[in-house]
Nanobody
């Protein structure tokens, strides 16, 4: 079992930046990718982006392209979500999740971290 702990959320003004972290511990062998998702009040959870655990290839939702970037620190088993040019509509709880080799969906989730962007 893997444990995921997100951190780095907070309150920021529109146009500002935040960097979220997702630290993975426990079982990490077999991770295929790490994804970031978000859920705003009253809305469904949506995909933000992902990074291949070994390949480091990234993929982003259209609404964050050019503003957000995902990276990984091997030594720390930590994935980062750098968020720039934040907008009030980026306000949400942000979650990281693990996709396993051979899996078809994201199976393990962190507890989430709140990001609030004020106008």
């Amino acid at each position: 079992q893997v444990q995921l702990v997100e951190s780095g959320g907070g309150l920021v003004q529109a146009g500002g930046s935040l960097r979220l972290s997702c630290a993975a511990s426990g079982r990490t062998n077999g991770i295929y990718s790490m994804g970031w998702f978000r859920q705003a009040p009253g809305k469904e959870r949506e995909f933000v982006g992902r990074i291949g655990w070994s390949s480091r290839m990234t993929y982003y939702a259209d609404f964050v392209k050019g503003r957000f970037a995902i990276s990984r620190d091997n030594a720390k088993n930590t994935v980062y979500l750098q968020m720039n040019s934040l907008k009030p509509e980026d306000t949400a709880v942000y979650y990281c999740a693990v996709e396993w080799l051979g899996g078809v969906e994201y199976d393990d989730w962190g507890q989430g971290t709140q990001v609030t962007v004020s106008s």
